[in-house]
């Protein structure tokens, strides 16, 4: 009978002294800010604009400008780093109102940028990480780090330090671009969309 009230009394104060999952406390996690390199690439403010011309038809034109600009950090549940993220609103002239969102994954080493219209599709552009794309991101048309060029000519322009980034998607993915180079402390310089269009970038404004 003593061992019995022993170990009950034993129990309640284990359990007592146990943290609920999902509840903290936690360990304090140093704050993950998102790297320059990637910031460098795809950090712009308020009044950043980019002009796209249709290499089929030079009449045909894209105006992209960020109308709104957020960044910030924010806390993360279950004792995750607190991590920095930075939202845009953009207007496209050829494509209407469309949404940015980017920002350090939670206790990782990678960013991620992703793309999303009014009707709901969305481009995912994953840019630091080493991890093979699964099922989910392929149906949702994420896009793959691919390549990296010193320098790659769009409409007679050369620029420096520009990224490659390619679709990894199942056919009929509802994804925005398909393909897309991106040119440090510039912005997307050509970019494929889902219909097969191809914009190169002709001029551009940046606010950093």
């Not at 999902?22 to 996690?29: D, L, S």
């Not at 690439?41 to 894209?62: L, M, P, Q, R």
């Not at 949702?140 to 050369?158: I, K, P, R, W």
Request: with cysteine.
């Amino acid at each position: 009978m003593k061992f019995i009230i022993k170990y009950c009394c034993a129990l309640v104060i284990c359990m007592s002294s146990c943290t609920p999952i999902g509840t903290g406390p936690y360990p304090a996690h140093p704050t993950q800010y998102i790297p320059q390199d990637f910031k460098d690439y795809a950090d712009y403010k308020s009044g950043s604009y980019w002009v796209y011309e249709n290499i089929s038809n030079t009449t045909d034109i894209d105006s992209v400008a960020i109308t709104y600009h957020h960044q910030a950090v924010e806390g993360q549940p279950d004792g995750l780093a607190a991590c920095e993220r930075i939202s845009d609103q953009i207007f496209s002239s050829a494509s209407g109102k469309y949404f940015a969102a980017t920002g350090i994954e939670p206790d990782s080493v990678y960013c991620d940028y992703t793309l999303t219209d009014s009707l709901g599709h969305h481009s995912q552009i994953i840019y630091f990480t080493a991890d093979h794309l699964g099922q989910v991101e392929k149906q949702y048309g994420t896009l793959e780090y691919m390549n990296f060029l010193d320098s790659f000519s769009v409409a007679n322009h050369q620029y420096k330090s520009v990224k490659e980034f390619q679709i990894i998607g199942k056919p009929g993915a509802t994804a925005i671009l398909t393909l897309v180079y991106w040119s440090k402390n510039v912005g997307i310089i050509r970019k494929t969309a889902s219909n097969g269009k191809v914009w190169n970038l002709v001029r551009y404004h940046i606010v950093q």
